[in-house]
């Protein structure tokens, strides 16, 4: 099973970037997690770019979308919302709009981390909409990481929380579970 990453943070020393690294250690045997690195180049969306033959980027993260069994974004809040190159790369990834998209029936789980008490939910809430319109399939599960200055640790800000570290581990046990067997999980829910 492939689970293709997002960061929604261009910053270097991200702490949503660093929550998908820690996403990559914690999961379960066998998955492999593959981080999307392209979000820096992918352009403004523009609908008269939007052609048969989009730009290399565009091209790219349509492939790295429809190759994944599961995608899984960590996104930050800006000014209360998502920040707009992810939304580009949202919209970019539902056209053609339809069965032709890559996120069309597409399961998406979304988590945020922030730097306040609230751990980006507004934005993981406005992106959750964004891709249920676009035709994906919104999971059913949450992660937000408040004040995440005190969650992250050493030269290359990794994830030292344990709690977190243990939600974090729980909702991809569970992501993983819900692909393998979608009918047992819902039974279950
Ligand atoms: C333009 C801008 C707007 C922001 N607005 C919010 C906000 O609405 N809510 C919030 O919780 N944090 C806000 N922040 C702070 C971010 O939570 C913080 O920069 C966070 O660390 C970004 O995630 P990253 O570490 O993955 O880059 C904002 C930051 C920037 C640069």
Excluded at 85 to 109: E, I, T
Excluded at 147 to 155: N, Q, T, W
Excluded at 168 to 189: E, I, M, N, T, Y
């Amino acid at each position: 099973m492939r689970i293709l990453t997002i960061s929604g943070s261009l910053r270097a020393a991200s702490h949503n970037t660093a929550l998908l690294r820690a996403a990559a250690e914690l999961a379960p045997a066998g998955v492999e997690v593959v981080p999307y690195d392209g979000l820096d180049r992918l352009p403004h969306y523009n609908e008269d770019h939007d052609t048969d033959a989009p730009s290399g980027e565009v091209a790219r993260l349509r492939e790295a979308v429809a190759g994944a069994d599961l995608v899984l974004i960590s996104t930050p809040e800006y000014n209360g919302s998502v920040p707009g190159h992810l939304k580009a790369a949202v919209d970019w990834a539902s056209r053609p709009f339809g069965q032709g998209s890559a996120l069309w029936g597409k399961p998406v789980a979304v988590i945020g981390a922030s730097v306040t008490d609230y751990g980006a939910v507004w934005a993981q809430d406005h992106l959750r909409k964004s891709l249920g319109l676009a035709g994906a399939r919104v999971i059913d599960a949450e992660l937000a990481v408040p004040k995440a200055p005190d969650r992250f640790a050493g030269p290359n800000g990794e994830l030292t929380d344990p709690e977190t570290r243990e939600r974090l581990a729980g909702l991809l046990s569970d992501l993983v579970a819900r692909q393998k067997d979608p009918a047992g999980a819902a039974a279950a829910a």
